[in-house]
């Protein structure tokens, strides 16, 4: 089925390890997002790639870097983890054009102790 | 700042109740909004965008800028309309907040 695959679904991670959080689509979208969830707060961007080759930060990037090797690759990456980044988080993709209707992958559950 | 807001974390209502959701938008120009919902268990999805004026579910949804609103009604509220309910805006792919619907039996 084509969409997005996010990995690991969960994962607990010890306070100052390093994590990179998984996400490939196979619809050769153009731009791909990284929200987290978090209860009362909503869906907060992280970053976003409007294409392979550009990163952009969104609302709340500190403590996460990203890369955009190719198309279909989007890895976020926690490099020294804390209790506050423990949340749920959604990669996303859409064409970058046109109605640029937002895809989204499963989600991970990272819990930071 | 541009953002969406959305101020009621929860809203219960009964099954075949009417219910509306808020949306409030402080974008300037020509904004372009959206509703996501994420149902248990499931992805975020769309359920619809205010540029195609469809009725998706029994939803629908007007831009009123005059009030700068983007609320999701529906007039006969169902059990499964039970999810999560997001506003976001086309040109930054921001959200709001979020708003829990519940419909009671």
């Known amino acids: 089925t084509a969409g997005i695959t996010q990995a690991p679904t969960s994962q607990i991670l010890a306070a100052g390890r390093s994590m990179t959080l998984r996400c490939t689509q196979d619809m050769r979208h153009n731009a791909m997002y990284w929200y987290r969830q978090d209860l009362g707060l909503g869906l907060r961007l992280i970053h976003y790639s409007n294409t392979a080759g550009t990163t952009g930060k969104g609302e709340v990037p500190d403590g996460y870097s990203v890369s955009r090797a190719n198309t279909d690759d989007f890895p976020l990456t926690l490099a020294s983890a804390v209790p506050s980044q423990t949340s749920v988080y959604f990669c996303a993709s859409s064409s970058g054009s046109g109605a640029n209707v937002l895809t989204f992958g499963a989600g991970s559950r990272l819990t930071v102790l | 700042a541009q953002r969406v807001t959305q101020p009621e974390k929860l809203l219960s209502v009964f099954k075949g109740a009417p219910v509306e959701l808020k949306c409030n938008y402080s974008?300037?120009?020509?904004?372009?909004l959206f509703w996501y919902v994420q149902y248990s268990r499931q992805r975020l999805q769309l359920l619809l965008r205010?540029?195609s004026r469809e009725s998706i579910k029994g939803f629908t949804a007007d831009l009123n800028k005059g009030e700068t609103s983007f609320h999701l009604k529906k007039p006969f509220a169902q059990e499964e309309d039970s999810a999560m309910y997001y506003c976001?805006?086309?040109?930054?792919?921001?959200f709001g907040a979020g708003t829990r619907l519940t419909v009671k039996p």
């Open positions: 974008y300037s120009g020509s904004p372009e």
């Open positions: 205010h540029i």
């Open positions: 976001a805006h086309r040109s930054d792919m921001r």
